[in-house]
């Protein structure tokens, strides 16, 4: 019996050093990714060097599997603190900018498939800082009785902003504006007298 004890426990430290390799190989995405991600942004990014540049790269979820579609991506940023005032992270998921993020964990819902997830520090002027981190990622559902995970924090703490700008609503209200105005003053100046007409 203290042989299959002690056997077991072996087993499990070789699977955990194992494990441990296994993930920190993951964690390492391909320089292909890192290309498809940095393509994603414009080519006059301000792209500090040494060893005080900020970078980041994305620490959860690793590349690979994920069960259930809330999906949680927490970066670590390196000289660069994305809780200072206007600080911030781009998110893009497959080659769409998904938002901007306010601190170091951001929640997204996405369907079963596979993504490629993408991740820039942006600074207060919403410009791209240099080299982004990206994973590539396969959302699946959990199977039949597989307890749903807890979230780390509530959606509202980990929310994804829209990048400032005019959005799809804002663009339709600009041009309903525009249309209106252009009837109001054709209606308006076919109202009004004509010049050297009584």
């Not at 320089?31 to 942004?41: E, R, V």
């Not at 949680?72 to 900018?97: K, M, Y």
């Not at 819902?109 to 240099?130: F, K, R």
Request: with cysteine; charged share 15%.
């Amino acid at each position: 019996m203290p042989r299959r004890i002690a056997a077991l426990v072996l087993l499990m430290c070789i699977g955990y050093v194992g494990g441990d390799y296994a993930a920190a190989q993951e964690t390492t995405p391909p320089p292909d990714i890192i290309a498809a991600c940095s393509a994603l942004l414009p080519d006059d990014r301000p792209m500090p060097s040494g060893p005080d540049a900020p970078s980041v790269r994305i620490v959860q979820p690793a590349s690979g599997v994920v069960y259930g579609t809330a999906v949680t991506i927490v970066i670590e940023a390196a000289n660069f603190d994305v809780t200072s005032e206007g600080r911030h992270w781009h998110l893009w998921v497959n080659g769409t900018l998904h938002g901007m993020v306010y601190q170091p964990m951001a929640i997204i819902d996405l369907e079963p498939g596979t993504y490629q997830i993408c991740a820039s520090l942006g600074n207060n002027d919403h410009a791209d800082l240099g080299v982004p981190a990206g994973i590539l990622l396969t959302v699946e559902r959990p199977a039949a009785g597989t307890p749903t995970p807890t979230l780390p924090v509530s959606r509202e703490q980990a929310a994804v902003l829209p990048e400032p700008g005019l959005g799809p609503v804002e663009i339709i209200l600009v041009v309903a504006l525009a249309l209106l105005a252009a009837v109001g003053g054709w209606w308006l100046g076919a109202r009004l007298p004509k010049r050297g007409k009584p």
